[in-house]
C-alpha cells in the first residue's frame, strides 16, 4: 500500500553549493509536506551500506567517497503519489537528461554528483527514513 511518504538527501555536492535553501524551495513549492528534517553526514561504513545495491558497479567507490565526504540534509516528505511525483520533481540521474523545471536540471552537475536523492519506493523509502528519523521525530 502506498505510503504517500518519500524519502530524499540534499547530497553534499547540493549542501557545498549554496543549494540548500533553492531546492528546499523547490521541494515545497511542489505540494510536499515535510515530516523530517536534518543536516548530517554518512559515515563510509552508512554510505557503502546505502548504496549496496550498485556495489558490483565500477562507480560504487566513487559514489561512496562522494557520499560521505560532507553534510547533506536527510528529510522525509509527504504527498499523494510521493515517490513517483518526487522523481519528477529531481528529474533524471544524468542531469544532461534532466527536463527543464527539475531539481537536477537546475542544480547537479554530474551524473555523479546530482545534488538530490528520492527513494525508488515505497519499501525503501521507509527503510532510509526509518535509518535517519526516530518515529517521534516524524511530524
Ligand atoms: P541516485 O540515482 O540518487 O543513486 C545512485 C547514484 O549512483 C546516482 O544517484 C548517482 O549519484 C550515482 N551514479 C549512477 N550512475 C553513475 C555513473 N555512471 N557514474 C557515477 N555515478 C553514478
Redesign the pocket.
Known amino acids: 500500500m502506498a505510503t504517500n511518504r518519500t524519502f530524499t538527501m540534499i ?1 553534499p555536492d547540493g549542501v557545498e553549493n549554496g543549494h540548500i535553501g533553492g531546492i528546499l524551495n523547490m521541494i515545497t513549492e511542489a505540494g510536499f509536506r515535510i515530516v523530517s528534517m536534518k543536516l548530517t553526514q554518512l559515515t563510509v561504513a552508512d554510505a557503502q551500506k546505502f ?1 549496496e545495491v ?1 556495489a558490483a ?3 560504487y567507490g ?2 561512496v567517497e ?2 560521505s565526504r560532507g553534510p547533506i540534509v536527510a528529510a522525509i516528505l509527504e504527498k499523494e503519489n510521493a515517490i513517483e511525483d518526487f522523481r519528477t520533481l529531481i528529474g533524471a ?2 542531469p544532461a537528461e534532466a527536463a527543464e523545471g527539475t531539481i537536477r536540471k537546475k542544480y547537479a552537475k ?5 545534488a ?3 527513494s ?1 519506493s515505497d519499501e525503501n523509502a521507509a527503510i532510509e527514513g526509518a535509518f535517519h528519523f526516530a518515529g517521534r521525530e516524524q511530524f
Open positions: 547530497k548504496y550498485h558497479r565500477p562507480f566513487e559514489l562522494f557520499m540521474t544524468n554530474s551524473i555523479g554528483e546530482n538530490v536523492h528520492g525508488d
